[in-house]
């Protein structure tokens, strides 16, 4: 089993940065494909970005592509979420996440075992 830690979540302005961290605990971080997953209220949580477990191998949902960077330090048993160009939309809570089982990485919620606990993240115009 792994834990989750997110951390960096905070109130920004309309096209600001912030970057998201994500610390592993318990298990070989190298071992997971980790992603991050984003939830507005009363809503699903949707996909935002994810990597594989070398970090060679890098996903984003449209709505982010270009604006937000994931990276992952397996030497620190972390993973990162660059935010820049930040957008009202983007006004969520943030989550990690992290599968161990799976071949590649999944866009899919149901696909990760492990959550982080969330942070919060607004923007403001």
């Known amino acids: 089993q792994v834990q989750l830690v997110e951390s960096g979540g905070g109130l920004v302005q309309v096209g600001g940065s912030l970057r998201l961290s994500c610390a592993a605990s318990g298990r070989t971080f190298s071992n997971y494909l980790m992603a991050w997953f984003r939830q507005y209220p009363g809503k699903v949580r949707e996909f935002v970005a994810a990597?594989?477990?070398?970090?060679?191998?890098?996903y984003y949902a449209d709505s982010v592509k270009g604006r937000f960077t994931i990276s992952r330090d397996n030497a620190k048993n972390t993973v990162y979420l660059q935010m820049n160009s930040l957008k009202p939309e983007d006004t969520a809570v943030y989550y990690c996440?992290?599968?161990?089982?799976?071949?590649?990485?999944?866009?899919?919620?149901?696909?990760?075992?492990?959550w982080g606990q969330g942070t919060q993240v607004t923007v403001s115009s």
């Open positions: 996440a992290a599968d161990r089982r799976g071949l590649s990485p999944s866009r899919t919620y149901s696909s990760y075992d492990y």
């Open positions: 990597s594989s477990r070398s970090g060679g191998n890098i």
